[in-house]
């Protein structure tokens, strides 16, 4: 079974990459982030470094969403994290609007989730969702094949809302994590927002520096009894 959905995460992936280099791509954004906490768990004082490098793009067959974490805790060893996460829109690629209530699209939602010793994918079901004041609210829902624990499911909710205070522009961006608990693993609750300043606005850059905080509220972290909650400086480019 899993080999069945590794082919089939693969190939959607395949079909993604694939598809922007004949698709119209609408928008795309690149950024590069620091943080810095001394709450995490898992690591011997607390205190780590995270480098992100981040790709997200939309494109006229749905869109696609693609990081990875270099966590440096000070004490311990380094280790690489990231996500590839290809959406495809169902009306897009139908050519029928799918759009009904605050609905403005229904796609095809994957995940291939990629850590030290462990690769899991998650398909399912994504919907895009017409929010005042957000400028995008998204809700995946997924079942997830783990590779070193049981089987679960999950939902993921992203979401975006600008703002401006006087000439300041400000973002508060971020995502949801739910997951079922399973025979392994208790249910995990992962909510992390960031707080963000456009520093770069009063530079005349061509594209955004925002300066921030990005809040992590963790219950059951990594599925374990462990609740993380840290607070870290956050330093974002976008290029």
């Known amino acids: ?42 690591t011997p004082n607390g205190k780590m470094q ?27 060893d380094a280790s690489f994290y990231g996500e ?14 799918l759009a009904f209530g605050a609905i403005n699209d229904v796609l095809v939602s994957t995940t291939l989730e990629m850590g030290d010793g462990f690769t899991n ?14 400028q995008y609210f998204n809700l995946n829902f997924y079942h997830v094949s783990n590779e070193v624990a049981a089987d679960d499911d999950q939902l993921t909710v992203t979401w975006g809302a600008p703002f401006s205070i006087g000439s300041q522009d400000f973002l508060i961006d971020g995502f949801l ?10 249910s995990e609750m992962n909510f992390t927002p960031q707080f963000k300043w456009n520093l770069g606005k009063n530079f005349d850059t061509s594209a ?11 219950n ?18 976008h290029f």
Request: glycine letters at 10%; proline letters at 3%; charged letters at 20%.
């Open 208 to 218: 955004p520096l925002y300066l921030g905080v990005e809040y992590a509220h963790w």
């Open 121 to 134: 994918y998650l398909y399912g079901i994504g919907l895009g969702l017409d929010v005042p004041g957000f």
């Open 84 to 97: 590839l996460s290809p959406r495809f829109s169902i009306g897009k690629l139908s050519g029928k609007k």
């Open 1 to 42: 079974m899993k080999h069945k959905i590794t082919v089939a995460t693969l190939a959607l992936s395949g079909l993604c990459f694939a598809g922007q280099a004949s698709a119209e791509m609408n928008w795309s954004t690149f950024s590069l982030s620091y943080l810095y906490g001394t709450d995490y768990e898992f």
């Open 50 to 76: 995270v480098l992100t490098v981040e790709h997200a793009s939309a494109h006229s067959w749905g869109d696609n969403f693609f990081f990875v974490d270099r966590t440096m805790p000070s004490e311990g």
């Open 177 to 186: 994590d739910w997951s079922t608990a399973s025979s392994t693993n208790k």
């Open 220 to 237: 059951n972290k990594y599925g374990t009894d462990v609740d993380e909650r840290v607070a870290s400086l956050l330093l974002k480019w």
